[in-house]
């Protein structure tokens, strides 16, 4: 019953069935029996998943769809939305993952037994994986002094233990201190809110006090002898006894945490207090199992560090004292029964499919149909880049990406013993999954948070080995007004339109004395003038070691070549300190596929890896040089790449124009042997035609479609590589869909653009896989030639009928293109023909490129002095 819930569109039926659109719409005319729209509009209706199936299977039309294609549709389809699912359906696989046995004994019933025991379940395995979020060595949210409770870690819990406190680190001033160490809401020697062993606090026992911690005491707000908030002095019951010492001052006091003579909160009307409703430890329960780790949790956005009430001064207060901010909000909330029954079906099909391909695979899969299906939604960092920015920051135990998106970055970390991975992300949702993708993918313990990182940074506490980020670009409302009086600007307060240096200062910030931190930067902060100041101080002490211009089309937005800042917190300030830059520009890919990677990444840590071993490299003409700090405090200190490196090859520039040359002269002169003889004249011929749509239906050619990247990777070829005669030298996502490899003889036809043009795959070109917007055609060999098929498919006449416009694209319908119906021996004859054109028209894009070359050497050897005008 709760699967009818889940809905499909036209799209999804065709996709379920393995057929066309217009296949669709014909069983909807043709049987009675059709489901009828759920929903939707009535031009794009949709349909209850499980009467399509039900009707598919009547009709004998379900047999070989995919499992992963029927879950895909399920998730799609979720009454919740995407999202929601996927983060239901990761959750479940982490379980699977860590408990297959419990998840065996929850799915044996009905939905409903099984909504109702997953809740359980979910808890033990997300707490301990991605329950809290905390400094290194500090404590968590909610934890216990053993580390049991969302939030703990294997440091520590929450208000235990030597050091507790929230996100308490590194001998850094806590929230929640503990054996004497001053919290942020205290003066260094009273007890704090929330602390360990032996000093009283909030929510105290016989002997050890703090939230939901300690070794001896067993009872939620009460105590026998232990100051603390709504307690008793006999009773151990919740929010009971008058007259009991308290955690806030009077209006008076300089701390919010002083002396335990100060009258109690919410004890006295006639009191003045600074927690006026909402109270320090409101309802819901803290052992509510619905509320561990949400808002409603022991610290929810109601409770003692609430910033609009605690943390607003009263009258005679000191600012100074009230410097806490909000709780982090940790990204995973363990879902409830109710929350969990609609996607009951879903959960069932994800386990389903996570026993062939195994729970982490099926998660990349879902995960990746959804981010392909959404890509004006999500700005992505390739999986390239962020392992080379991963190989750049160096092997590291504690790792934070503060603007972690998908968890690209993360994931991209060579795994070690005990390592923490920490991210946050504004968006909820990606921050949920995020922390689901990183528990899938490795061992490590996973801190992951909800929160404007800048305005509400979750892991105040934690000294990083390494931050990785992909920071969002051009962003004015940063939090510029009110954050300028932020320690974390040590190198100059950024300006307004400087978003991206004040991701760069926030990441030195969480770093460790000599950690590394990777930032992916636009090209206009190595530039712009409103931020020279800053980038100044960062080159004099030393923090930024290395810009790296990438080429154009390595990360969004693909049309400029975007920056990597690599920088150290320094331990000590560098006796003349040199600055790394590279420029990979050189390999930009000619297509839409992206840069040669493999090319990138050598040229990159090559030089990297000798300039940290040595401090300094040696220049590389157009590629790489360390320069002196010095030579770049100028007015503008710009950190271009391109503008302080020699141009390439300037020794032997003449030399290599000379080769140019003669390379053009032997292919202008191979282009003149192919040059076709003249046309004799014809009369128009009169063929019976036939269509490709036809030729596949009749078996002479099979028609496939490009676009998945399986789990291979190989060269993709794509529409521009067609275009342009080129090599593949595409990428695509991995998926779990099989990739379409081309072999020799196959036709390949681009759809999009209106040109008309068919390549034949040779032997340098088999193997690949098919990229977007390609049509691949093979052919019979015994009854059509490939060479005649793609001459024929080229007619200008031919494409202009078989293309359609939708909107301002022209798409063209390669089941329309006509042929003539020939014997074998006459389209071998047209077909040698055919090849003849091909290599002539190789050869002039061959000499085309070299004459460009020559060109470009011509104007830049005269203009750099390296050829002389004689």
């Not at 282009?671 to 035609?689: E, H, N, Q, S, V």
Request: overall charge neutral; glycine content about 12%; hydrophobic content about 40%.
């Amino acid at each position: 019953m709760q699967d009818n819930a889940t809905e499909v569109t036209a799209a999804g039926i065709a996709r379920l069935a393995g057929v066309g659109r217009a296949a669709v719409s014909n069983w909807r005319r043709r049987h009675a029996d059709f489901p009828k729209p759920v929903g939707g509009t009535e031009t794009s209706p949709s349909f209850a998943l499980a009467e399509v199936e039900a009707w598919l299977r009547k009709q004998g039309k379900l047999a070989e769809v995919p499992l992963r294609e029927r879950v895909w549709q399920q998730l799609a389809g979720h009454p919740e939305g995407p999202l929601t699912a996927l983060v239901h359906t990761g959750c479940v696989l982490l379980l699977i993952h860590e408990r297959p046995t419990v998840w065996l004994d929850a799915s044996a019933g009905s939905d409903a037994r099984l909504a109702a025991m997953l809740p359980g379940a979910l808890e033990k395995v997300l707490t301990p994986r991605v329950g809290g979020v905390r400094g290194r060595g500090g404590a968590g949210v909610g934890g216990a002094r053993a580390g049991v409770g969302v939030g703990a870690g294997a440091g520590g819990a929450a208000g235990g233990g030597v050091g507790g406190g929230v996100n308490a680190a590194y001998g850094r001033p806590a929230v929640s201190g503990a054996f004497g160490q001053a919290g942020v809401n205290g003066p260094s020697n009273p007890p704090a809110v929330n602390t360990g062993s032996a000093s009283p606090g909030v929510n105290s026992g016989p002997e050890t006090s703090g939230v939901n911690s300690g070794s001896v005491a067993s009872s939620v707000n009460s105590g026998a002898a232990s100051p603390g908030v709504k307690t008793g002095s006999v009773a151990s019951g919740v929010n009971s006894g008058p007259a009991v010492p308290g955690v806030d001052p009077d209006p008076t006091a300089l701390g919010v945490s002083p002396a335990p003579t100060v009258p109690a909160v919410n004890s006295s009307p006639t009191a003045p207090t600074v927690n006026t409703p909402p109270t320090v430890h409101n309802d819901p329960a803290v052992h509510n199992p619905a509320s561990v780790g949400g808002e409603s949790a022991v610290h929810n956005a109601s409770t003692v560090h609430n910033r609009p009430t605690v943390h607003s001064t009263p009258p005679g207060t000191s600012a100074t004292a009230i410097t806490a901010g909000s709780p982090p909000t940790p990204a995973l909330t363990p879902p409830t029964g109710p929350q969990l029954l609609p996607s009951a079906p879903l959960l069932r099909g994800a386990a389903e499919l996570a026993a062939e391909i195994g729970a982490r695979q099926t998660f990349e899969f879902l995960l990746g149909r959804h981010l392909d299906a959404n890509p004006r939604q999500y700005t992505l960092t390739p999986a390239e880049l962020a392992g080379l920015m991963a190989d750049l920051a160096g092997p590291a135990r504690t790792v934070l990406d503060p603007a972690c998106g998908t968890g690209a970055l993360l994931r991209a970390v060579d795994p070690r013993p005990g390592q923490e991975l920490y991210a946050q992300d504004n968006a909820p949702e990606l921050a949920a999954l995020s922390a689901l993708r990183l528990a899938l993918h490795s061992r490590a313990t996973v801190r992951a948070a909800v929160g404007d990182t800048l305005r509400a940074d979750a892991h105040p506490g934690l000294l990083a080995d390494a931050v990785l980020c992909h920071p969002p670009f051009n962003e004015r409302n940063w939090g510029h007004d009110e954050l300028a009086y932020d320690p974390r600007w040590e190198y100059g307060f950024p300006a307004r339109t400087e978003s991206e240096l004040a991701w760069v200062q926030h990441a030195l910030a969480r770093l460790t004395d000599g950690g590394t931190a990777v930032l992916l930067m636009p090209p206009a902060a190595a530039s712009r003038r409103s931020g020279r100041r800053i980038r100044a101080d960062l080159l004099r002490r030393g923090a930024l070691r290395a810009v790296v211009a990438l080429p154009v089309g390595a990360a969004p937005p693909y049309n400029i070549p975007l920056h990597l800042w690599v920088l150290r917190r320094p331990d000590r300030t560098p006796a003349a300190p040199e600055v790394l830059l590279v420029d990979t520009g050189r390999f930009a890919g000619e297509a839409r596929g992206g840069p040669d990677w493999e090319a990138v990444r050598e040229a990159v840590l090559d030089a990297w890896r000798a300039f940290a071993r040595e401090g300094r490299l040696a220049e590389r003409p157009g590629l790489a040089r360390s320069v002196p700090v010095i030579e770049l405090l100028d007015d503008d200190v710009d950190l271009a790449p391109a503008r302080h490196l020699p141009p390439a090859a300037v020794a032997d520039g003449a030399e290599q124009l000379t080769q140019v040359r003669e390379r053009l002269g032997e292919t202008l002169r191979l282009t003149a042997d192919l040059t076709p003889p003249p046309a004799d004249p014809a009369p128009p011929a009169r063929w019976p035609l036939t269509t490709v749509g036809e030729l596949a239906r009749g078996g002479a050619l099979v028609m496939r479609t490009g676009g998945n990247g399986g789990h291979a990777r190989v060269p993709v070829l794509t529409d521009h590589d067609v275009l342009a005669g080129t090599a593949p030298s595409g990428t695509l996502p991995e998926s779990e869909e099989e990739a379409v490899l081309t072999e020799p003889g196959d036709v390949v036809v681009p759809v999009l653009g209106g040109g008309a043009m068919a390549r034949v795959i040779d032997g340098a070109t088999g193997g690949a896989a098919l990229g977007r917007n390609l049509v691949l055609l093979r052919p019979d060999r015994t009854a059509l030639d490939p060479w005649f098929l793609a001459g024929f498919l080229r007619g200008t006449a031919n494409n202009r009928q078989a293309s359609s416009y939708a909107s301002t694209a022209t798409r063209l319908d390669v089941r329309r293109l006509h042929l003539p119906r020939l014997p074998l021996e006459e389209q071998l004859r047209y077909g040698a023909r055919f090849r003849a054109l091909d290599e002539f028209e190789r050869a002039l894009r061959h000499a085309s490129r070299l004459g460009e070359q020559l060109v470009r050497g011509m104007y830049d050897g005269l203009t750099d002095g390296t050829v002389a005008p004689d």
